[in-house]
């Protein structure tokens, strides 16, 4: 008889982070909001990390503690840790591509089922400031590099493959290249559809491919 298996849970099912994290989330939160408002007033490259920290109310140092460089204010988010748990809890069956896929649409789709307002005015405004400043371009492939190094660990614990493994490595890189091209397709265009839905459409088409190139000598999905 094959051994039960634990019941898979989603991001939303994580425990609910502790009163410290939470503080530490609305002040990442407010220097953000705040230097996107005055980025929309007086531009990118004229706004100061001084103004944007007299603008959230925290000091400088605060903001640095939070975000290293200015560049990180626009590119920094909650969605990584949250990638990463709905990556692991995904059913230990799924392929590895259509894991990726169904984790990244989840955290998107959970992303704007919270704040159906700001989380998508935010996301255009962040693909408008890439799109337009090249230090924020350069610094989105530090982190986009930075994303795929900890989706391919989350990639080998699945499927068994060691984490250097070319096959995981085109899969996360792939991924990633879909979905930047998704969100500069989102920001770009009249977002007449929500952006987990333009995400998803992205992503399917490479997930096909990938799935048949990606094979495992033993797969260990979350049992």
Request: aromatic content about 6%.
């Amino acid at each position: 008889m094959a051994p039960a298996r634990t019941p898979v849970k989603s991001a939303s099912d994580e425990p609910r982070p502790g009163l410290r994290e939470r503080k530490k989330i609305r002040t990442r939160q407010a220097i953000r909001q705040a230097a996107y408002r005055l980025f929309d007033e007086q531009g990118y490259e004229a706004t100061s990390v001084d103004r944007i920290a007299e603008e959230a109310e925290v000091s400088p140092s605060t903001v640095f503690r939070y975000f290293p460089t200015k560049e990180d204010i626009v590119l920094t988010d909650e969605y990584d840790p949250l990638l990463h748990a709905a990556l692991v809890a995904r059913p230990a069956e799924e392929p590895p591509a259509t894991a990726l896929r169904n984790a990244v649409v989840e955290v998107f789709e959970q992303a704007m089922s919270q704040d159906p307002g700001r989380e998508p005015a935010e996301a255009h405004q962040r693909m408008r400031l890439v799109r337009d400043v090249p230090a924020l371009r350069a610094r989105m492939a530090e982190h986009m590099s930075a994303t795929s190094r900890f989706l391919t660990s989350a990639l080998a614990e699945r499927t068994g493959l060691p984490e250097d493994a070319l096959e995981l490595r085109v899969c996360t890189g792939a991924l990633l290249g879909a979905l930047t091209e998704a969100l500069f397709h989102w920001g770009e265009g009249d977002q007449t559809q929500e952006l987990f839905e333009v995400v998803d459409v992205a992503l399917r088409l490479v997930e096909n491919g990938l799935n048949s190139a990606v094979t495992a000598p033993g797969p260990r999905g979350r049992r």
